[in-house]
């Protein structure tokens, strides 16, 4: 995706409001499978005291079941849009080799609310993990857009308030993503 957005911005061609829209069902569908994935299977043994997902579905069997209930959902996602659940091959520069009908989409529906209904699940649960207060001093950065949750668009801020100028970096806090460049970290 990321490849589709530099040809794009370099060649300044405009995609229709339906492409954003269907691309930010991708990246819906990735964030959901991949979070799952992590949050079950990476972080949960970590707090819980076990070696693995194997000693997470010990302890929390139905937590088990459900996160992979929603990595599925997510997977589902990823296949109507991106033509297959990992590794994506249906984008291409402007849009969609192909884009799934109403019915297709109408189809996933229920199995979407119910992963709505299983993060919510899973969140209380996550809520309830001993983690410590851990303080690092870093710069955090990430994109902003006042009108919804920026995926790729939007400005690039940071909680430094201001960066050293440079002439290869503009300020993290005014930069437009589409124009952003990489800074080093020297």
């Known amino acids: 995706?990321?490849?589709c957005y530099?040809?794009?911005?370099?060649?300044?061609?405009?995609?229709?409001?339906g492409i954003h829209d269907l691309r930010r069902l991708l990246y819906c569908g990735e964030w959901i499978q991949s979070h799952a994935l992590h949050v079950l299977m990476l972080h949960a043994p970590d707090f819980l005291g076990v070696d693995d997902v194997v000693g997470v579905s010990r302890l929390h069997p139905e937590r088990v079941k459900a996160g992979l209930e929603l990595?599925?959902?997510?997977?589902?996602?990823?296949?109507?849009?991106?033509?297959?659940?990992?590794?994506?091959?249906?984008?291409?520069?402007?849009?969609?080799?192909s884009v799934p009908s109403r019915e297709q989409v109408l189809a996933v529906v229920?199995?979407?609310?119910?992963?709505?209904?299983?993060?919510?699940?899973?969140l209380t649960w996550v809520a309830t993990f001993d983690?410590?207060?851990?303080?690092?001093?870093?710069?955090?950065?990430?994109?902003?857009?006042?009108?919804?949750?920026?995926?790729?668009?939007?400005?690039?801020?940071?909680?430094?308030r201001r960066r050293p100028?440079?002439?290869?970096?503009?300020?993290?806090?005014?930069?437009?993503?589409?124009?952003?460049?990489?800074?080093?970290?020297?």
């Open 165 to 186: 100028a440079s002439r290869s970096a503009p300020s993290a806090t005014t930069t437009p993503a589409s124009r952003a460049r990489p800074t080093s970290s020297r």
């Open 6 to 17: 530099a040809v794009e911005r370099a060649l300044d061609v405009q995609v229709a409001s």
């Open 71 to 97: 990595k599925k959902a997510g997977n589902t996602l990823m296949a109507l849009v991106g033509g297959r659940a990992i590794h994506p091959v249906n984008v291409k520069d402007g849009g969609f080799y």
């Open 1 to 3: 995706m990321s490849a």
């Open 110 to 122: 229920e199995q979407l609310e119910r992963a709505k209904e299983i993060a919510l699940e899973q």
């Open 131 to 160: 983690i410590p207060d851990v303080e690092r001093p870093v710069e955090l950065v990430a994109l902003r857009d006042g009108r919804r949750y920026p995926f790729c668009d939007g400005r690039l801020v940071s909680t430094r």
